[in-house]
């Protein structure tokens, strides 16, 4: 069981701040957002931007490490990790 940690608005998308996966291990980041998307269809343009790429002020990590110093859309998960996704933050 994967956990996916949703922020800010993102848990208002889900109306919940955890989200729990149970997908095979060695699941690609791309699968597990793929089921997310699945089940809250208004998180996929909040997170992804039109070339399916994830959008430049999106954060997501995975055990603390962000994705795009791993493999990226491609990082595979295994149970006991968690998926931190953080979208745009402004205010000052």
């Known amino acids: 069981m ?7 608005t993102l848990r ?12 095979p291990d060695g699941s690609s980041l791309t699968q597990i957002l793929d089921y997310l998307f699945e089940r809250f ?14 959008q430049e002020f999106v954060s997501v990590f995975i055990s603390g490490r962000d994705v795009r110093y791993l493999d990226y859309l491609q990082t595979t998960l295994v ?6 996704i953080f979208p745009p933050v402004a205010g000052g």
């Open 41 to 54: 269809p208004t998180l996929e343009s909040q997170i992804l931007d039109e070339d399916g790429e994830i």
């Open 79 to 84: 149970e006991g990790q968690n998926l931190d």
């Open 12 to 23: 208002s998308i889900a109306k919940q701040k955890t989200v729990e996966v149970d997908l």
């Open 2 to 8: 994967l956990k996916v940690n949703l922020y800010a």
